[in-house]
Nanobody, 126 residues
């Protein structure tokens, strides 16, 4: 059974940092790409960042480039999202997603991803 479990969300102040983690099980995660998406109240789910199977290639939304860093640890089957200089507009539920690397042609497209976690909420107060 495939499982993605996010952790690390919480309530922080503007300018703070937070690191999210996504633990994968039930699949050969080393061959899978990983992505982070978020959904704010009343808004559509949007792409945040993604990383390929090796970690050599990363992709970011314009709104997170330079502030967020995605990384992965093959030994722990985890993908991380380091978020710095957080803003109130970063408030959302953050979701981890994954799919076989060969399938991920459009990294920013949520439809490309086969498996999703339940999400972890992040609230940034001003």
């Amino acid at each position: 059974q495939v499982q993605l479990v996010e952790s690390g969300g919480g309530l922080v102040q503007a300018g703070d940092s937070l690191t999210l983690a996504c633990a994968a099980s039930g699949l050969p995660f080393a061959n899978f790409g990983g992505g982070w998406f978020r959904q704010a109240p009343g808004k559509e789910r949007e792409f945040v960042a993604a990383i390929n199977w090796s970690g050599a290639n990363t992709y970011y939304a314009d709104s997170t480039k330079g502030r967020f860093t995605i990384s992965r640890d093959h030994a722990e089957n985890k993908v991380y999202l380091q978020m710095n200089s957080l803003k109130p507009e970063d408030t959302a539920v953050y979701y981890c997603a994954t799919a076989p690397n060969w399938r991920l042609l459009r990294w920013r497209d949520a439809d490309e991803y086969a498996y999703w976690g339940q999400g972890t909420p992040v609230t940034v107060s001003s």
